[in-house]
């Protein structure tokens, strides 16, 4: 199993830049296939953005695609998400999660077998 600790979440003016991170713990980070996904006080959670493990494919939420981008750092263990021209509907607490197999498009998040505490992200208008 991998082990998950989102960090890097906080407080933004919507416009602004975010780049939360997900830092793995594991001799197998690089097997895994991974993903960022969001929960906004009262809805379900949903599926943000995608990686393959090797980094060469990538998926987005209609809703972020263009703003969102998802890559990884395999030799530090660390997944991103680097956030531009936030909204306030991006306030979420974004989770971070890994699955050993690949599913295309990999968007929905009982595609994901592990799962990080998540980080609060706040965009203010």
């Known amino acids: 199993q991998v082990q998950l600790v989102e960090s890097g979440g906080g407080l933004v003016q919507a416009g602004g830049p975010l780049r939360p991170s997900c830092a793995a713990s594991g001799r197998t980070f690089s097997m895994y296939n991974m993903g960022w996904s969001r929960q906004a006080p009262g809805k379900e959670r949903e599926f943000v953005a995608a990686?393959?493990?090797?980094?060469?494919?990538?998926y987005y939420a209609g809703s972020v695609k263009g703003r969102f981008t998802i890559s990884r750092d395999n030799a530090k263990n660390t997944v991103f998400l680097q956030m531009n021209s936030l909204k306030p509907d991006d306030t979420a607490v974004y989770f971070c999660?890994?699955?050993?197999?690949?599913?295309?498009?990999?968007?929905?998040?009982?595609?994901?077998?592990?799962w990080g505490q998540g980080t609060q992200v706040t965009v203010s208008s």
């Open positions: 999660a890994a699955a050993v197999r690949w599913v295309a498009p990999m968007d929905s998040v009982s595609d994901y077998g592990y």
């Open positions: 990686i393959r493990w090797a980094g060469s494919t990538t």
